[in-house]
């Protein structure tokens, strides 16, 4: 039983209070040795013979894991933009899951198959002229992956190979490091202003983690949008690199940080996160009906109508 709730429930908060039994977030941090990630019994089991794995079977989604290297190399594949819509968000969580799961996956490296953009954030489809109950839906799937992407205990790197406004700023700074392509046309950040929609304070808190308070109160009240320069100016993105390295660079800063061994980084981990994370937890339903009720406005549904309609004419 033990065993099964270590794999069923990892993750840097949830997993080492399960692993130990220990009820109160803020005392596990010690017991979080009995959970980290060495081999145990019952791990051969999910070993295979192959070297590549291919793990997620949605075409929105690929998730190849490397068993030699420990890495696994999750695309985001959804034309045109890569938005998150309800089901790209749903194969997200489920992937993240199954590496987290997963005890010879140390590290997963997160990148667009789309040559230009890396994600276009949440799909704004799915918060348009629906019912109630799918904006809640919705929202509980992106709390969902967030929840398993900064929760997790994995080495995350985003290869951010093209533009990734809102929701896609937000799963790249959920990685503890990010490469960016140095091509000036490419954007990030947190937009939601100029979509007259407001970030929501895991948003901030997430940005606050990467960037700071100054940094996150100046871009997320101007929706600011940074180009692969800028970003790394303000500690948005750690370093730029050509292009066409993106994805070579981030396997050699994977090695870097698989130096460090797993349980000793997973702890200080989640040692940065866990207040964030706990704060969301504590607070799932109430953030639900907020986001709920504050896209059902009438005049919310009038900023993003006129600013997808914006997004569809031709570019100057
Ligand atoms: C208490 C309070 C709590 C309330 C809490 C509320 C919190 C909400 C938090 C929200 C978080 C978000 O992520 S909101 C999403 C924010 N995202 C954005 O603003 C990104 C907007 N998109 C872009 O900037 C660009 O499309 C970009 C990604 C750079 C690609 O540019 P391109 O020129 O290559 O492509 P485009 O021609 O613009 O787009 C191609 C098609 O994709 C569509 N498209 C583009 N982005 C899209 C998107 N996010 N969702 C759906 N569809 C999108 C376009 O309309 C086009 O459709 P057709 O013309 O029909 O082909």
Redesign the pocket.
């Known amino acids: 039983m033990a065993a099964l709730l270590l794999r069923t429930s990892r993750g840097l908060g949830a997993c080492l209070r399960v692993a130990t039994g220990c009820p109160s977030p803020s005392s596990c941090v010690v017991a979080a040795w009995s959970s980290a990630r060495w081999p145990r019994e019952g791990a051969v089991a999910w070993r295979t013979h192959a070297q590549v794995r291919h793990y997620s079977s949605s075409d929105k989604l690929s998730i190849d894991m490397d068993d030699k290297t420990g890495v696994a190399v999750l695309k985001l594949s959804n034309p045109?933009?890569n938005?998150l819509s309800l089901e790209l968000l749903t194969e997200l969580a489920i992937g993240l899951d199954k590496l987290e799961m997963n005890p010879s996956c140390r590290g997963v490296i997160m990148t667009s198959a789309h040559p230009?953009?890396f994600s276009?954030?949440?799909?704004?489809?799915e918060m348009m002229g629906k019912p109630t109950e799918h904006y809640r839906e919705f929202w509980r799937a992106v709390q969902e992956m967030w929840l398993k992407l900064y929760g997790s205990s994995l080495v995350t790197i985003a290869a951010i190979n093209g533009?990734s406004?809102?929701?896609g700023c937000l799963m790249a700074m959920c990685c503890d490091y990010r490469l960016m392509a140095d091509n000036p046309k490419y954007s990030i950040g947190l937009?939601?202003t100029k979509?007259g929609?407001?970030?929501?304070f895991w948003?901030r808190d997430t940005m606050m983690g990467v960037v700071g308070t100054r940094v996150t109160e100046r871009s997320l009240q101007l929706g600011l949008m940074y180009s692969p320069a800028e970003a790394v100016h303000v500690g948005l993105v750690d370093r730029t690199v050509p292009e066409e390295t993106v994805f070579e660079e981030a396997r050699t800063e994977m090695a870097r940080w698989l130096k460090i061994p797993d349980h000793a980084r997973q702890i200080t981990k989640s040692m940065m996160r866990k207040t964030t994370i706990d704060h969301l937890l504590a607070q799932r339903d109430s953030d639900i009906s907020?986001?709920a009720n504050?896209?059902s406005k009438d005049s919310i549904q009038k900023s993003l109508t006129a600013y997808?309609q914006a997004?569809?004419q031709p570019?100057k």
């Not at 276009?120 to 489809?125: K, Q, T």
């Not at 929609?197 to 929501?200: E, F, H, K, S, T």
């Open positions: 045109p933009v938005s230009h953009i276009a954030g949440l799909d704004v489809s533009s406004p809102a929701g937009n939601e979509l929609i407001v970030a929501p948003f907020n986001f504050f896209i997808m997004l569809r570019k």
